[in-house]
């Protein structure tokens, strides 16, 4: 949040300055009467833009000077002023950038050269529009008297033109990109720079400077400059030693989001006037230099998401100095500091934003915190802080924002800890242990925007103190532990609501029939127990995520909504029946469609292929029939495709191999007929899932799947085919690696409207059968690699190029016709976990290799023909269920019967063992004859150089020699008169 707000406050003083420059740098110079040369120029101009809004409506008749974005001189009559900026357009926060929203009203088309005849132009902004990857035009260097140019967020691509250089009397330059818009510009030297000897502001922001190496002599070439703005782009160096600084007079320096690093250079200290720093999204990763306590009129230090490590005490004499008075913003988010939560911070009188989150900070939050009255914004997330939440956060009367999530704060939070903040609009104490305990009549002496507690106990009631909130539109309680009903006064305002979370609780009752919310809205209500039919409100509203899955609604869909917003709907897991309705057809922007595990009947509607950019689709466990409509292969995006556990039947459409991004598809659990497809292989080559198991599908496995090279689960298990197993699945590339990294494998997410971090995604999830279980796989699913061709009628022997498949941890090809050995390369399958041979016609010995497989937790080798001694060692040690042996013709040795020779065979050792082994003699031998050295001459050396040594260790042998001999002679006289006694 605080993200957002200083970018908004920076973009509305942009346009406040570039206001204070039309309106008091131009000579008082209004609109005047119209040159007609002027006139047929712009008329020219307007002819070549396209304009869907009809924003140049007022271009018309012969006074341009009264036309919109137009300003003339009073006196002369000629255009000074040429401002088409869109304002119309909607700007929206996306991971931290502005950019701006799909609805189009931007200019967009040909910039006419007719511009030229406007040679008395000050003031030229296109800024916001849209022109579509064009170059920015040469001719604009050509506006000698030109001083202020603004092209930014407005498509433009190609290199920057030299010709601006030509711009002398430039005060304002601003080029930034926006990354919606499909335009690169970029610069391969900034020479021309040095032209713009007036120049005072200068952004090119996203503009690639990656070629232009003179960027920072060319810059130090500007004196006048106040304001450089170079955020995100591709800096080559930062470190560039400076013989003398010639832009002292600089007060906002940005370089965020570049590589720079791995220190801040030592000339950036001379800036003396900075007033606002921003270096955020680089790799610094040095200590800051105590130089930095100068900066006294710094109000502003942005240092996040950098690599800046060390204890936070180490910051306090970089921080301290005048710059303890100046400084109102520091934000350190995401860098790698540890420690206590600094208190020394808050002798900083005006800090206003102070922003730690996304460190190691540990310990409790001082009760200190409390008397540094000025602080409108705190965040402290993702860190380890630990303790209870101080009352003393109830003085900050000045909070506006206060982000906590993510720690380890527990305790009660009372009404005490609010008492004051009465301008407070932003709350996350999400991901703690915290309880909140207020009266029911409670009021609370704030109007929130945004509230989000979630995994705070909140419940079991449902909030009173909400009714009070009547200007939230973000609200997360999700797992907040409430076991209530929600009251009708809440759903009353929902139509301020874009973004809502109550999910994993146990909230119930029905949800009303008459909702409305606020433009594309997220809703999720999932893991409740909601009972009643689905709301027709809800499919009406102008929703674009909404998620009811796991709950208790029952009833078919409703057949007369007409929502054409929604891009992401989940009702899995409730008790809906009935067929799925055609107005279903009508959710033209749908991405993802999930109505797995209900009791849906019916066909497939032959319009779903209207849905064309949808992306997954899951209608697993019903009770759908029929055949897959030709129609979805009209929707060439889709990605993810689950029609597991339903009663379709037929051969698969070919329509299908249109979808060429499929990375899933499960139809497994049906009654689907026919060869497998041989374009399979050849047009879905993006397949990372193909799950065809427990259908009818017969006839050989074609070879054309081996073009998969993605596959990492390949199952078609009880089926009827026949034939040999294509030697050709050693192709399969990802089963093949070892290395695999936990990502989705559609990589579908669903981003709130305004980027927030509340994120909804579409939980893959694949049923597999592995070591016997049937596994369900969702966030680890891209780890998994498994091969299941069971209980079919497949005959021939097992590829040895099998072994080749070195991260497959599941193997099963039980249940069929196979003959010969188990391939002696086995131990290939490094990974392997569970291997199922059984119920085939595998003969002669099971490979000694196989005890080389050192994950293996399951295997069954039953029901064969399998004869010799089982391998013993490593992992075999641990499979003692002699089951795995039985129904085979001579298999003995443990967990059987010892073999006939009462010996057990010994796996030989792998190769690697026998170097260890090897090694470990050639070590002892090698070490003797040094001991035997220094053991020999740390003793009798020492006796043979050392006199007086020598002759102690021999009278103390001589002492001892003589005690042995009495003690000897004293024993032989007693054992000589115990025989004569006994004679």
């Not at 019916?602 to 897959?628: V, Y």
């Amino acid at each position: 949040m605080g993200g957002s707000v200083r970018v908004i406050f920076l973009s509305v003083l942009v346009f406040l300055s570039a206001e204070i420059i039309q309106s008091t740098s131009y000579d008082g110079e209004v609109k005047g009467v119209c040159i007609e040369r002027e006139r047929q120029a712009l008329f020219k101009f307007k002819q070549g833009l396209i304009d869907p809004m009809n924003r140049l409506s007022s271009w018309v008749g012969h006074d341009c000077c009264s036309w919109s974005g137009v300003g003339c001189n009073n006196r002369t009559g000629h255009v000074i002023n040429l401002d088409l900026r869109n304002l119309l357009i909607e700007w929206i926060l996306f991971n931290g950038d502005l950019v701006r929203s799909p609805e189009n009203s931007s200019l967009s088309g040909e910039i006419n050269p007719s511009l030229l005849e406007l040679n008395h132009l000050k003031y030229l902004d296109l800024s916001s529009n849209d022109f579509k990857s064009k170059p920015v035009p040469n001719f604009i260097g050509s506006f000698k008297k030109l001083r202020y140019l603004n092209l930014s967020f407005s498509g433009f691509d190609g290199t920057i033109p030299h010709h601006l250089g030509n711009l002398s009397s430039l005060v304002y330059l601003d080029l930034h990109l926006d990354i919606y818009q499909s335009g690169i510009l970029e610069v391969d030297n900034l020479h021309w720079l040095s032209g713009l000897s007036s120049l005072r502001h200068l952004d090119l922001g996203k503009v690639n400077l990656g070629q232009s190496h003179d960027w920072l002599p060319a810059i130090n070439m500007l004196p006048s400059l106040s304001e450089l703005r170079l955020s995100d782009c591709e800096l080559p160096n930062i470190t560039i030693s400076l013989p003398y600084v010639n832009f002292t007079s600089l007060s906002v320096l940005d370089f965020s989001r570049n590589e720079l690093g791995p220190r801040i250079p030592d000339w950036l200290f001379n800036l003396s006037s900075l007033e606002y720093l921003n270096l955020g999204g680089n790799y610094f990763r040095d200590p800051i230099p105590s130089a930095l306590g100068k900066f006294c009129h710094l109000h502003t230090l942005e240092l996040s998401d950098n690599f800046i490590r060390g204890e936070m005490t180490g910051f306090v004499e970089c921080l301290s100095g005048c710059i303890q008075e100046s400084l109102e913003t520091l934000n350190l988010a995401s860098n790698g500091l540890s420690g206590y939560f600094p208190d020394w911070l808050f002798h900083h009188i005006n800090l206003k934003t102070l922003d730690l989150s996304g460190n190691s900070l540990y310990g409790p939050i001082p009760e200190s915190l409390g008397n540094h009255s000025s602080l409108e914004e705190l965040y402290l997330s993702h860190n380890n802080l630990n303790g209870s939440l101080p009352e003393s956060l109830g003085q900050l009367s000045e909070l506006i924002n206060l982000g906590i999530s993510s720690n380890s704060l527990e305790g009660i939070v009372s009404e005490a800890h609010f008492a004051s903040l009465t301008k407070l609009e932003s709350l996350d104490i999400s991901l703690n242990s915290l309880v909140l305990k207020v009266s029911s009549n409670w009021i609370p002496p704030f109007h929130l925007k945004y509230i989000r507690m979630r995994s705070c106990q909140v419940g079991p009631q449902f909030p009173a103190w909400l009714r009070e909130q009547r200007d939230f539109f973000k609200l997360d309680l999700s797992n907040a532990q409430i076991s209530d009903s929600i009251p009708y006064w809440f759903w009353n305002l929902s139509s301020q609501i874009s973004f809502l979370n109550l999910s994993h609780n146990q909230i119930n009752g029905e949800i009303p029939n008459s909702l409305h919310f606020a433009p594309r809205a997220t809703i999720d209500l999932s893991f409740n127990i909601f009972r009643g039919s689905l709301p027709h409100s809800f499919l009406n509203a102008r929703i674009w995520i909404l998620d009811l899955s796991n709950n208790f609604l029952s009833g078919p869909i409703p057949v007369t909504f007409r929502e054409i917003s929604l891009g992401f709907l989940s009702l899995s897991h409730n008790h809906l029946n009935g067929s799925i309705p055609l107005s279903l057809c009508q959710m033209v922007r749908l991405q993802n469609l999930d109505l797995s595990y209900n009791q849906l009947t019916g066909e497939l509607p032959q319009c779903l292929g209207n849905l064309t950019r949808l992306l997954t689709m899951d209608l697993a466990n019903n009770s759908i029939h029929g055949h897959i409509p030709m129609s979805l292969g009209f929707i060439n995006e889709l990605r993810w495709l689950r029609l597991r556990s339903n009663n379709f039947s037929g051969e698969l459409p070919t329509s299908l191999r249109n979808c060429t991004d499929l990375r899933a598809i499960d139809f497994s659990e049906n009654n689907f007929s026919g060869k497998i497809p041989k374009w399979t292989g050849k047009s879905l080559s993006a397949l990372k899932i193909l799950k065809l198991s427990s259908n009818k599908f017969s006839g050989t496995i074609p070879p054309q799947l081996c073009h998969l090279t993605s596959l990492q689960i390949l199952d078609l298990a009880h089926n009827k085919l026949l034939g040999a197993i294509p030697k050709c699945f050693s192709n399969f590339n990802a089963m093949a690696t070892t290395e695999h990294q936990s990502e989705t494998i559609v990589n579908v997410n669903y981003v709130t409207e305004e980027g927030d971090a509340g994120i909804i995604c579409y939980e893959e999830n694949i049923t597999v059968i592995i070591k016997g279980v049937k596994l369900d796989y969702t966030t680890t699913l891209s780890l998994v690699s498994v091969i299941d061709l069971s209980s079919n009628h497949l005959s021939g022997e097992i590829p040895e190029v099998l072994a080749n498949l070195s991260g497959l941890q599941g193997l099963n090809l039980s249940g069929n016709h196979l003959t010969g050995n188990i391939p002696k390369n086995i131990d290939g399958l490094r990974r392997l976990e569970s291997l199922d041979l059984s119920h085939n016609q595998l003969s002669g010995a099971i490979p000694h290799t196989l005890s080389a497989l050192t994950f293996l937790s399951s295997l069954d080798l039953s029901h064969n023909k399998l004869s010799g001694q089982i391998p013993s060692g490593y992992q075999l040690q641990t499979l003692t269920d002699p089951s795995i042996y039985s129904d085979n013709l001579d298999v003995c040795g443990s967990p059987l019967p010892k073999c006939r020779k009462d010996e057990t065979f010994k796996a030989p050792m792998v190769e690697e063992e026998r170097n260890e082994e090897g090694f470990e003699k050639i070590w002892f031998f090698t070490s003797m004859a040094p001991g035997f050295v220094v053991g020999f001459w740390g003793v009798c050396g020492v006796l043979i150089f050392k006199k007086s040594w020598r002759i102690s260790y021999f009278r103390l042998s001589d002492k001892v020699m003589d005690k042995i001999s009495v003690v000897w002679v004293t024993k032989v006289a007693k054992l000589k008169t115990m025989l004569q006694d006994r004679k």
